[in-house]
C-alpha cells in the first residue's frame, strides 16, 4: 500500500509539472489568456474571436534610410542654367545679342545695348524656334547656340548708321554730291559719286503739309534759324524747296513718329545733322523720292 502511494504521488507530481511547463510556454507566445488556443475560461476559442482577443504583432520596422542610399535619399533638384543676360541689363553684349537676332529677323531695328521687352519678345522667338525653353533671357544654352547660327556682327551692324534700314538708291543720287532722301525708308543718305558716307532717320511732313518730291538745290545754308511762320528752332538747316529745309528737330528727337513736320525734312540726330551740315555745300543737289 505504502509503495502504491508513493508511486501515486510521483506521477501526479510529474503531471503537475508538464502542466506549468505547457502553461508558461503558451504564456509567452499567446498574448493574454491561460491557454495558447483557449479562453479565459478554459473555452475554445473560435478563429474570428481569436482573431479578435490576440494582440496585432508589430511589423517589423524598416532600418531608417541612410543618405548614402540610392534608394533612401531624395534626388537633389538640378541647378538652373545660368542667365548671362536678361531685361534691365545694359552693356555691349547685349548689343551684340541683339545684332545677331537681327541677323535673323528676331529683332527688327538698330540695337541699343539695352534689354528691353522687345529684346526679351526676340529671344523668346528664337528659343522656340530652336526647341529651347522660352524665358526670355539669355543661358548658356541659348548664347552658344545663337552664336552658331550666326556670323559676329560688324561694326556697322553693331552700331548702324540709321535705325531705319536704308533702301536701294535713286538712279538720280548715283552721280555727284547728293542729299539722297528717302519716303520708303524714312532715311537720308549722304551720298558722293554713288558711295554712302553718312546716313541718318528723318521724318516728313504731314497730310496737310507734305515734303515736295523731286530733285532740287541746296540754296542756302543757315546754322541757327528760327521760323518765323511757326515760331520754332530750326539748327543746321538746309533749304532746297521755297522754304523747306533739312534741319535739326527737337520734337523728332523726343517723340519720334508719333509728330511729323510743317513739311521739311526733319533729323533727330544732333550730332550726326552738324557733321553733315559742315560737308554739304550750297548747289549740292537733293533728292527727295519715295
Not at 548614402?68 to 547685349?94: C, F, H, W, Y
Amino acid at each position: 500500500m505504502k509503495r502504491s502511494s508513493a508511486i501515486r504521488r510521483a506521477v501526479l507530481a510529474t503531471a503537475a509539472v508538464a502542466l506549468a511547463v505547457t502553461g508558461c510556454t503558451a504564456q509567452a507566445v499567446g498574448a493574454g489568456g491561460s491557454g495558447g488556443s483557449g479562453g479565459s475560461d478554459g473555452k475554445p476559442l473560435s478563429p474570428a474571436t481569436a482573431s479578435a482577443t490576440a494582440p496585432a504583432t508589430p511589423a517589423p520596422s524598416s532600418p531608417a534610410p541612410s543618405s548614402s542610399s540610392p534608394a533612401g535619399s531624395t534626388p537633389a533638384p538640378a541647378p538652373s542654367a545660368e542667365v548671362l543676360m536678361k531685361d534691365g541689363d545694359e552693356n555691349e553684349r547685349v548689343r551684340e545679342l541683339q545684332a545677331r537676332l537681327r541677323q535673323l529677323d528676331h529683332f527688327d531695328r538698330a540695337p541699343t545695348g539695352f534689354y528691353g521687352t522687345i529684346t526679351a519678345k526676340a529671344v523668346t522667338r528664337f528659343q522656340e524656334k530652336r526647341g529651347l525653353p522660352g524665358t526670355g533671357s539669355v543661358d548658356e544654352a541659348t548664347w552658344q547656340r545663337l552664336l552658331a547660327v550666326t556670323k559676329k556682327p560688324t561694326a556697322d551692324e553693331l552700331k548702324p548708321s540709321t535705325t531705319n534700314e536704308l533702301d536701294t538708291p535713286d538712279a538720280r543720287c548715283m552721280t555727284g554730291r547728293v542729299l539722297c532722301i528717302s519716303k520708303e525708308s524714312r532715311t537720308l543718305a549722304w551720298m558722293i559719286d554713288g558711295e554712302v558716307v553718312s546716313s541718318m532717320d528723318v521724318r516728313f511732313g504731314s497730310e496737310n503739309t507734305p515734303t515736295r518730291e523731286g530733285v532740287f538745290l541746296v540754296d542756302r545754308k543757315v546754322r541757327d534759324d528760327w521760323s518765323k511762320l511757326y515760331h520754332t528752332p530750326m539748327p543746321y538747316a538746309m533749304y532746297f524747296s521755297r522754304g523747306q529745309a533739312v534741319h535739326y528737330s527737337s520734337d523728332f528727337a523726343a517723340r519720334g513718329y508719333n509728330g511729323g513736320s510743317h513739311g521739311c525734312v526733319n533729323v533727330r540726330d544732333r550730332t550726326k545733322l552738324a557733321a553733315l551740315f559742315d560737308q554739304v555745300k550750297v548747289g549740292d543737289k537733293v533728292v527727295v523720292h519715295w
